[in-house]
């Protein structure tokens, strides 16, 4: 889900800037990814050789000291290099001044907002809205750079901070901020680690504001295309992203869809298929990893012995009427119906039945459904169903929904030669068949 999409936020980035690179006498770019190109495509012929200079020039400058001088900001000196470069030859290229006017240079005025009281139940709902999705936005943000660096956000000081933030900017007249995953994908790749770098960015911009305004207003828009087309090329991971694409069917699967929703829709919404996509990967492997075998050694785990004589002898143990059964894997819904044709396989049926769950780590409510299933199944066949080597969760999970209250039907034992003296005392019970 990261892979692809970080590499289409790099796809998604690279085209945004085609505009600036090539000078395009164009108005806004279209947010669609077809409907862009097709402007671009429409105002080909006012392509401008200086902005198309100045972006080679920056693209030089970064690929070069990164290559030579890894240490120097080679970011931050393409664009004084570019700037320098165009106030000198007075070159006819876009600039931030030309495209967006004279920025501010101060901050607004402290002024406290007046709500009046009778207007604060009507806000509430809004309120509560836009906070939810400021936080699933801000957090879902996080998530993306805990994959992207290896880490692990707190969800709690993140929300709390982002909450205080936006109570401080409505103070001067701000609206609601949240965290943007592609800006906070565009820091990790320019070597963030840690929250610091966003305090950073902020301080960073505010010191621009008020202290660099004015030379900001002569920054040509091709040097800060040709600085977000290396971004994005450092985004993209090409070799991670081919590696990927040799993966199993089901990784290319979330992969390209993951990829193309980023680059053809939106963000939020390539997440948010992608991971659902990706869990429904994850429970449809783990269902076709469950086992229920017979043909399985028969020893425990607990045991000191794992030889092969060993395991015969423990086989011979199994009296006549008797069968054991093994179940590897979590218990879950997507897996539970592996044990609805287990008494089919049966030409006689056994007296009792040895289901081993000791390699069982997990079992939810279809598990536990599954279980009774097999019980009641078992009583009308005359089968009694022994369950041996419970794990804690499994044993709590059967407790608290009282499938151990069937007496007669269901027994349980602790370990498989606890469970083979109960099935041998209950088939000298029944007596001869």
């Not at 570019?82 to 006819?92: E, H, R, W, Y």
């Not at 936005?137 to 709690?156: K, P, Q």
């Not at 089901?250 to 869809?257: E, K, N, S």
């Not at 539970?336 to 089919?344: H, I």
Request: glycine share 8%; proline share 6%; hydrophobic share 55%.
């Amino acid at each position: 889900v990261i892979t692809g999409f970080t590499a289409g936020i790099a796809v998604s980035i690279f085209s945004s800037q085609i505009k600036d690179v090539l000078g395009l006498q164009m108005g806004a770019v279209p947010a669609e990814f077809f409907a862009r190109w097709a402007a671009y495509a429409r105002h080909i012929a006012t392509t401008q050789p200086a902005a198309i200079a100045l972006a080679l020039l920056g693209l030089a400058v970064i690929v070069g000291l990164r290559r030579w001088k890894p240490n120097w900001p080679g970011f931050l000196i393409a664009l004084l290099a570019c700037t320098g470069l165009c106030l000198a030859f007075a070159m006819p290229a876009e600039t931030v001044g030309s495209s967006f006017g004279s920025l501010p240079s101060s901050l607004p005025i402290f002024d406290f907002p007046t709500i009046p009281f009778e207007r604060t139940f009507e806000l509430l709902p809004s309120a509560f809205t836009i906070a939810f999705l400021a936080g699933v936005e801000s957090l879902l943000s996080a998530v993306v750079a805990d994959g992207m660096i290896g880490a692990r956000h707190r969800s709690n000081g993140e929300l709390v901070a982002q909450g205080l933030a936006n109570v401080g900017s409505a103070l001067f007249g701000g609206l609601p901020a949240t965290g943007a995953i592609a800006r906070t994908a565009t820091n990790v790749r320019a070597g963030a680690r840690s929250p610091i770098a966003g305090m950073l960015h902020a301080l960073f911009l505010l010191l621009f504001m008020l202290l660099l305004a004015p030379l900001m207003h002569y920054v040509p828009l091709a040097a800060l295309a040709a600085v977000l087309l290396v971004v994005a090329w450092n985004m993209s991971e090409y070799q991670h992203f081919r590696h990927t694409m040799s993966a199993p069917w089901g990784d290319r699967l979330v992969l390209l869809l993951t990829f193309f929703l980023t680059v053809f829709f939106d963000l939020t919404i390539a997440i948010e298929v992608g991971v659902v996509v990706a869990a429904f990967l994850f429970m449809f492997r783990m269902a076709e990893a469950v086992e229920v075998s017979s043909g399985v050694p028969l020893l425990d785990e607990d045991g000191n012995t794992s030889s092969n004589e060993a395991d015969a002898e423990q086989r011979a143990q199994l009296p006549k009427g008797v069968e054991a059964f093994q179940v590897n894997g979590p218990l879950f819904f997507g897996a539970a119906s592996r044990l609805d044709n287990l008494l089919d396989q049966f030409f006689s049926p056994p007296m009792v039945l040895i289901l081993r769950m000791r390699l069982v780590p997990f079992i939810d409510a279809s598990g536990v459904h599954a279980l009774k299933t097999l019980t009641d199944r078992s009583q009308r066949r005359g089968i009694v169903l022994i369950l041996s080597g419970l794990q804690p969760q499994p044993q709590r999970v059967i407790t608290d929904m009282h499938l151990d209250e069937r007496a007669g039907q269901l027994h349980f034992a602790s370990n498989y030669d606890e469970a083979i003296e109960l099935a041998r005392s209950i088939v000298a019970q029944a007596g001869p068949a």
